[in-house]
């Protein structure tokens, strides 16, 4: 069974990192591309960036450069996102997500997900 | 950045109707289009992709059309596990999602 198993909820002090980790099982991590996805509370999908597993390359959305770090370990099938300098605006579920199996770009529909991972900001 | 208006924002229909979603692009994007359902405190799930073409395992009620700036999604006869809130997305430069459309029970 395929399956990404994202680490448990954090709850963070403004101005702190988090560091979420998204670990595949079930296919081969390294051949397709991971994306990240947030969603405040109430509020719809973020698209934040994506990471191909083997190179460490990527690309993310304008709104989080300079703060964010997508990167991996293929050795544990692992993806992680790095989020910096946090804001109470930061507080969401993150989202990792598989670009659909066969896809050789690292745009396309996303078919298998994360469980979400709750991070919240407040002092 | 382009941007992605979905409507309408909340859909009352029941059981068994027809329904149609529209999903509007600010710039022109080919068929880099895809269609999610999300239940609330699950992931999305992926419904359709490249605008029209229908994720394994999704029943064959949910149709994509559309290219360039308009789209939509149709659920021909609407069951009761449908009742969820739906999304579109580009990734034609980047990506972005529309804000969501709530599909509710009348």
């Known amino acids: 069974q395929e399956l990404l198993v994202q680490s448990g909820a954090e709850v963070k002090k403004p101005g702190a990192s988090v560091k979420v980790s998204c670990r595949a099982s079930?296919?081969?991590?390294?051949?397709?591309?991971i994306h990240w996805v947030r969603q405040a509370p109430g509020q719809g999908l973020e698209w934040m960036g994506w990471l191909n597993p083997n190179s460490n390359g990527g690309s993310s959305a304008q709104k989080f450069q300079g703060r964010v770090t997508m990167t991996s370990d293929t050795s544990i099938s692992t993806a992680y996102l790095e989020l910096t300098r946090l804001t109470s605006d930061d507080t969401a579920v993150y989202f990792c997500a598989r670009v659909r199996f066969g896809s050789r770009s690292p745009y396309d529909g996303f078919d298998l997900w994360g469980q979400g991972t709750t991070v919240t900001v407040s002092a | 950045d382009i941007q992605m208006t979905q409507s309408p924002s909340t859909l009352s229909a029941s059981v068994g109707d027809r329904v149609t979603i529209t999903c509007r692009a600010s710039q022109s994007m080919s068929n880099w289009l895809a269609w999610y359902q999300q239940k609330p405190g699950k992931a999305p799930k992926l419904l359709i992709y490249?605008?029209?073409s229908l994720q394994t395992g999704v029943p064959s009620r949910f149709s994509g059309s559309g290219s360039g700036t308009e789209f939509t999604l149709t659920i021909s006869s609407l069951q009761s596990d449908d009742f969820a809130t739906y999304y579109c997305?580009?990734?034609?430069?980047?990506?972005?999602f529309g804000q969501g459309t709530r599909l509710e029970i009348k």
């Open positions: 079930g296919y081969t991590f390294s051949g397709n591309y």
């Open positions: 997305q580009q990734y034609h430069r980047d990506s972005t």
């Open positions: 490249r605008a029209s």
